[in-house]
């Protein structure tokens, strides 16, 4: 199948590719067959993708691309390559979500939003914030 891209947008709505962490995700407007305008969303670090093939409005790659599923520390650690060094420091709170700190085994860390039961993240993604 031969796709035309057609535009390429940022939508600050995106949350960070959940497998590489980077903030370059982008949506995808593309010729999908005979002039039908399709979107999808990718990460254009790793080429991580969501497309339905069949998506006309930007709100379904979005509600796609932003769905996280409840995962163990261990699947997190193997999805970006680094361990993390348990625990996190609770560094604050924002929209009625705790805020961590994380320091990685390769020495560096960041700033999250994690909720989390134990060890079970639901949900993490990188934020800029005010200190
Ligand atoms: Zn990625």
Not at 53 to 59: F, K, L, R
Request: hydrophobic fraction near 30%; glycine fraction near 6%; aromatic fraction near 14%.
């Amino acid at each position: 199948m031969y796709i035309e891209s057609l535009e390429i947008k940022k939508n600050k709505e995106l949350k960070p590719c959940p497998f590489c962490g980077s903030n370059e995700v982008v949506l995808e407007w593309y010729i999908h067959h005979a002039d039908q305008r399709r979107v999808r969303c990718l990460c254009t670090n790793c080429m991580a993708m969501v497309d339905a093939g069949w998506w006309q409005n930007e709100w379904q790659p979005i509600q796609a691309w932003n769905r996280r599923v409840p995962a163990p520390r261990n699947w997190i650690e193997a999805a970006i390559g680094k361990q993390w060094l348990w625990p996190p420091t609770r560094t604050g709170r924002r929209d009625g979500r705790d805020q961590y700190s994380i320091k990685w085994a390769d020495g560096t860390e960041g700033d999250y939003y994690i909720d989390y039961d134990s060890e079970t993240i639901e949900t993490i993604w990188e934020e800029p914030y005010e200190k």
